[in-house]
């Protein structure tokens, strides 16, 4: 007797290939429901209708295909024990060996614009996971392929082992299976918790859900951590590449760890400001060095880099606009550690590939982030609503007697923007939409401010300042206004705000509440 081999899939990527291999190589009989079946059967190979094996119809459109005794009991069975045995002999059940199932593809479904909750709903597989994890759990005598990237193993598999496979092999392909069921389900929930947040938007949670799960896939070892004696991993959430996953790097060596953790920080800077004006932003150590908006990107780079061109050395550069010739020879001039944009004219590879070891990346969609942030603790992780809200200058409040011009304005906006992207306790000095003095991580705001203000130097003299938390005192008003600083934006909500802005008052300053905190620690 033939063993028997299940196949239904949804992604059909070398399937004709693999039952060929099976059928004709290995000598398994095939199983198959639907359009797969269908496929096998074109493809002129002999395959088993699962509606004829099992002896029921498909029914509900097809929602009910593989949900039979004869097909569970041939996955789950335990063939060491006699009573399994004897159950499969008296319900006429053959074992079966192999188990090849893709999913609906859940998640392709509800990335499409507009997609419907009806569409979304009939794209939940049901018989899918349920065969997955059957085998999965059964993997003694299962092995279960929940990938087309699995095939060319288990062909070297049955090859190296004359037409089965080992334990070891099988229980690698049952985490894996495990992984993708509880990752296709985490994207489930989310769908549906999304979607009963949109229902219920006149009454926004103030918690997040009740559980959550934080699955990664498709590792990538990196060469190491934070420092060369930590070890690290790359993993990729969710089933479709996203986020860095889908960025292609066109020159340059491998992207490190510290390098992604950069790269996500000038990301979330450059998604600020949107595709309105040219951008550029310089990052170092997670914090910005340079920041700047101007009429072309390479005057916007120009203008970052000479905001602390030293600290711009060995950096991270993100632009949301394509790299131009003009830009690129502006990039070649110094060290970096990687470059990213939304795209890269082709004349500029002769320019930038001087630079050997320059990483070059290309993410079309720059403003695409994570909606939470996680952190782990001793015995569990904490997890928040990433702090991406979109500024909104209208709820700001003018606090002194004297008020920002509209170009101040303008440059308070800018200069608040870029704040709550630095460590916290943090000042960011903004002049001409470009920063000149950042003081970020310290421990009280004061030291925070003088690092900012020694760094601006004599530019200070009509420049704005942005600090992420109140001021608790009217020393940083005093020592800013002292320097030459004509605006300060805050959050406000200090007991003595009155202090400030009194102080703010008496030198001829202009503050403005914006009621916000922006903490990055």
């Known amino acids: 007797m033939k ?17 060929r291999e099976l059928s004709t190589t290995y000598n398994f009989q095939l199983i198959s429901s639907g359009g797969t079946a269908k496929a096998i059967k074109a493809a002129e190979l002999e395959v088993t209708k699962v509606s004829d094996y099992t002896g029921a119809p498909e029914i509900l459109g097809g929602r009910v295909k593989t949900l039979h005794p004869r097909i569970h009991g041939g996955i789950l069975a335990r063939l060491e024990l006699p009573e399994h045995q004897q159950d499969l002999e008296d319900n006429q059940i053959q074992p079966i060996k192999i188990v090849v199932v893709n999913l609906y593809p859940f998640t392709e479904t509800i990335a499409k614009p507009n997609v419907s909750l009806e569409d979304a709903i009939e794209n939940i597989d049901i018989g899918g996971p349920a065969m997955i994890r059957a085998s999965a759990k059964n993997y003694a005598h299962v092995a279960i392929l929940s990938s087309p990237s699995q095939y060319p193993e288990l062909l070297a598999e049955l090859k190296a082992n004359n037409g089965d496979t080992t334990l070891e092999f099988r229980k690698k392909l049952a985490i894996a299976a495990f992984q993708h069921t509880q990752s296709y389900d985490k994207a489930i929930a989310e769908y549906l918790q999304s979607q009963s947040e949109a229902e219920s938007a006149a009454q926004p949670s103030t918690s997040l859900a009740s559980s959550y799960t934080l699955l990664g896939s498709n590792p990538k070892p990196l060469r190491y951590g934070e420092n060369p004696h930590q070890p690290a991993t790359w993993y990729q959430v969710g089933a479709t590449p996203q986020g860095w ?15 992604l953790l950069d790269l996500e920080a000038a990301r979330a800077i450059i998604a600020e400001f949107g595709d309105d004006q040219p951008c550029a932003v310089i990052l170092k150590h997670n914090n910005p060095c340079g920041v700047a908006i101007a009429p072309t990107i390479a005057a916007a780079y120009q203008k970052a880099f000479a905001a602390d061109s030293t600290s711009a050395f060995g950096g991270i550069v993100a632009l949301n606009r394509p790299i131009d010739e003009e830009t690129a020879s502006q990039l070649s001039k110094t060290f970096l550690e990687c470059v990213v944009a939304p795209a890269c004219v082709p004349s500029v590879a002769a320019i930038l590939g001087k630079k050997q070891n320059l990483r070059i990346l290309v993410l079309p969609d720059l403003k695409y982030g994570s909606s939470e942030t996680v952190k782990t603790i001793a015995g569990g992780m904490l997890v928040q609503k990433t702090d991406d809200d979109q500024v909104n200058p209208d709820d700001w409040k003018v606090v002194t007697a004297k008020q920002p011009t509209p170009e101040q304005f303008q440059e308070l906006i800018f200069a608040w923007k870029i704040c709550r992207h630095v460590k916290s306790n943090a000042i960011a000095i903004t002049k001409n939409l470009t920063t000149i003095g950042i003081g970020a991580g310290q ?7 003088k690092i900012a203000l020694d760094q601006a130097g004599e530019k200070v003299v009509g420049a704005v300042l942005a600090s992420d938390g109140f ?3 009217d020393d940083s008003v005093r020592t800013a206004a002292a320097a030459g600083i004509v605006a300060i934006v805050q959050p406000g909500g200090s007991m003595r705000d009155a202090d400030s802005v009194k102080a703010a008052d008496e030198l001829g300053l202009v503050m403005v509440f914006t009621g916000v905190r922006h903490f990055l620690h």
């Open 3 to 19: 063993p028997l081999a299940l196949l239904s899939v949804s992604d059909k990527t070398g399937l004709l290939d693999l039952a």
């Open 245 to 259: 996953s889908a960025a292609q790097q066109l020159q340059g060596k491998e992207l490190s760890f510290n390098n």
């Open 443 to 449: 421990m009280n705001r004061v030291g925070s401010a």
């Open 471 to 473: 001021f608790p005192f």
